[in-house]
């Protein structure tokens, strides 16, 4: 179990990783051009596992509606912000904004689809979030130019 | 601080904000596609078909190249992170940990390499202290995130 935990952990620390890296290509190239190397770079080590291991088109991967192919399209203009922002506002508070407006996109996606769930965590859930990015606003400190 | 400059603030929060939107259409495709699919294939399609819209976006715009210098090879690997990550989580979810424990203990591991990251200055992007607001906001965001998480029926 230590070692399951361990591992979210881990997934989390190289979302953060993932997202430091491409905004370093970015400062090099563009926000988009470091978007589209994360995906082929992506592809590739994808394929490759998948080769390995098989299954790739295991399950009934033709029944699924058109629009969730959408994913990836969206991927590269989420990537692409994320590396346009990390290198103005800091890996601190892009995280922070992105899961705020994660989860509270996430809420109104839950009401949409009438998601079973509990009204009062989720207002108190939003109003914290909100209080959070509220208190965020303000002067940061930068120690040098980058 | 000035207003323009507090203004180009809010303007890069929201985006922040707003990219986090996008994060739950995202989640919301793939997690579809892996219903039906394999989890390889729940993956390898939005990086196919976001590598071929990229490239597109890419030939029609052609943006400026930031720096005329060549960024180092390891900038280039961003993505072979972001593959291992798909995998870790898609083990993880159907541990005991589940879809609420995993996405929480991967707020925490994201928290704590953005703010280590920052202080140090990590792969050469600028160094950042953070402050003591920037702490209280943290604290308000992870507890509505974990509230969310815990309480609030789905994710």
Known sequence: MIVYAALAVLAGLLVGLSRQINGRLALSTSALESSFWNHLIGLVFITCIALTIGGLFAGTPGDAPWWAYLGGPIGVVFIAAGSWLIPRIGAAHTAMLIIAGQMISGVLLDIFFKAPGSTSARVIGVLCILGGVWVARGPTKRDKKG | ?155
């Not at chain 2, 323009?4 to 939107?21: D, E, I, K, M, P």
């Not at chain 2, 071929?52 to 210098?69: D, E």
């Not at chain 2, 992007?125 to 815990?150: E, H, N, Q, V």
């Open chain 2, 1 to 155: 601080m000035t207003d323009l400059v507090r203004g180009t603030q809010s303007f890069h929060f929201a985006a922040a904000f707003g990219a986090g939107g996008l994060l739950t259409l995202m989640v919301l495709c793939n997690g579809t596609l892996a219903a039906h699919g394999s989890l390889f294939f729940a993956s390898w399609v939005p990086h196919l078909t976001g590598s071929i819209v990229a490239l597109s976006f890419l030939v029609v715009l052609r943006p400026k190249r930031a720096a005329p210098v060549r960024p180092p090879l390891w900038g280039y690997l961003g993505g072979i992170s972001g593959g291992v990550t798909v995998m870790l989580t898609s083990a993880t979810m159907n541990t005991a940990l589940a879809l609420s424990g995993t996405i929480a203990l991967g707020l925490a591991g994201q928290v704590v390499f953005s703010l280590f990251a920052d202080v140090r200055g990590l792969f050469g992007l600028p160094k950042r202290r953070p402050t003591s607001r920037d702490y209280i906001s943290m604290t308000f965001i992870l507890a509505g995130s974990l509230i969310l998480i815990f309480l609030g029926g789905g994710a």
